[in-house]
């Protein structure tokens, strides 16, 4: 976390329209109030927004010693978020306090991951107990519902000892373009008391009794080698190999959304005539998505040996089919494409978020992967879910180099190695 106070007032507009508002402090009034928390990442953003306003515009950082040494403040549970405090301190250059200041570098920040066992660090004598988490759970839809289940091991952890536990979730804002779909999601979570935007000042985070920093958990080498739900374990401080198999499965309850009459029409209309695959080939990340050749040759070959409905909620080119259906235009929202996900009776997808929500209902799926190494860490514990791996193989036809990459020989060639029916035996289909 980084402390910091303000030069002059400023209202910073988020993704869901609403108003981050920044005080610079009243002389006389309570310092605490004018003294706010974010996470490194924020911070940044919230450095250049200042940056773009003007020159009177700045941050001044709070030595953290300060406020960890007030005796209202919060208690850190599980692996500790230190150093960030330093690294902030190396960029200025105010020579005198720099030389008490040991040279720190990005990946010395994060190494800090030892393990904390929460019940060593909870021993509050009060019934009802409150956790902020600083940073949510998840930079994405997938770790987001993962996170979601470490929370709810946490909670039942925690209800051995208290009767209510109040857990807060505060997101970065500031330059988090996926803000308001996050809290959407996080807040139809009945275990979750409220998302609430960061910055936080000291005096509101002083309300709360321990605080969870799971801002940097992406850049831990226990977040790169441990399944998501156990990565956010160890990171509240909760032993992931002593809990029981049956609570690390992701849920969701779905039953508020209500879809538009033309999607739930269309979709009984398909489901009457076929099963309905769902086929998902790109992802935000393009070194997991499909080319787009290959996407077009990949469905038109399942089109060809199988003989359900295939659906897609992303514009595929080059392919018509009457047993191929485009489900783009219904696909707006989140819970849009949930609801789809949740109607189909199969699903084939890249490594993204699709294959988190087709295990909330068990729906057989089958996910390309690019490489062996992401495996056993993504579906450790989706029991409906079967890796496709890609299989790299390089051809050195050629010594040259070019700007142009279409111009190069030497090409991979994992892509031309996919097997239409290989999947569909693999969705029992085949």
């Known amino acids: 976390m980084i402390f910091f106070k303000v030069s002059q007032n400023i209202n910073i507009k988020i993704a869901d329209n609403s108003l981050v508002v920044l005080n610079k402090e009243i002389r006389g009034n309570d310092e605490n109030e004018y003294i706010y928390i974010t996470t490194f990442h924020d911070f940044e953003a919230v450095k250049k927004i200042f940056e773009k306003v003007g020159t009177t515009y700045k941050t001044y950082i709070v030595d953290e010693k300060k406020v960890f040494s007030q005796k209202d403040f919060p208690i850190e549970v599980g692996v500790s978020n230190k150093n960030e405090f330093l690294l902030q301190k ?3 250059r105010f020579t005198t306090f720099l030389d008490e200041i040991p040279e720190l570098s990005t990946k010395e920040l994060f190494r800090n991951e030892e393990f904390q066992d929460i019940n060593d660090i909870v021993k509050s004598h009060k019934k009802d107990i409150s956790i902020a988490i600083i940073g949510g759970v998840g930079r994405g839809i997938g770790e987001i519902l993962c996170g979601l289940t470490a929370i709810r091991v946490l909670i039942k952890t ?8 109040k857990i807060d979730l505060l997101l970065e804002s500031a330059d988090n373009q996926y803000y308001k779909r996050d809290k959407e999601l996080l807040e139809k979570e009945p275990l979750i008391n409220k998302v609430l935007p960061l910055c936080i000042n000291v005096r509101k ?8 920093d799971t801002s940097t958990i992406n850049e831990s080498t226990f977040y790169r080698e441990l399944n998501f739900i156990d990565a956010y374990l160890y990171k509240f401080g909760i032993d992931y190999k002593s809990i029981q198999l049956h609570t ?12 538009s009459s033309e999607l739930q029409d269309d979709i009984v ?27 077009a040759t990949l ?33 707006k929202t989140l819970f849009d494409f949930m609801y789809i996900v949740s109607q189909c009776d199969y ?9 988190h929500i087709s295990d909330l209902f068990l729906i057989p799926t089958v996910v390309i992967f690019p490489d062996n190494d992401l495996v056993e860490k993504r579906v450790k514990y989706y ?48």
């Open 205 to 212: 985070m002083s309300e709360y009794d321990y605080y969870i």
């Open 347 to 355: 699903i084939i997808t890249v490594d993204t978020s699709t294959y």
């Open 299 to 331: 469905l038109k070959e399942l089109l060809t040996y199988s003989d359900e409905t295939i659906v897609s909620t992303l514009k595929i080119e080059k392919v018509e089919n009457d047993k191929y259906i485009d489900l783009s235009k219904y696909s």
């Open 158 to 165: 925690l209800q051995k000892r208290y009767k209510n536990i």
């Open 90 to 92: 190396q960029k200025l």
């Open 269 to 295: 209309k398909l489901k009457s005539k076929s099963e309905l695959i769902l086929f998902h080939p790109y992802s935000p990340d393009i070194q997991r998505s499909l080319p787009k050749d290959v996407t």
């Open 383 to 430: 029991k409906m879910t079967k890796p496709y791996v890609l299989k790299e193989r390089k051809k050195n036809l050629s010594l040259l180099k070019f700007e142009n990459d279409t111009l190069t020989v030497s090409k991979y060639t994992k892509y031309k190695d996919i097997k239409a029916k290989k999947i569909l035996k693999l969705l029992s289909l085949k």
């Open 248 to 259: 690390k499965f992701n849920q969701f309850d779905l039953s508020f959304y209500k879809p």
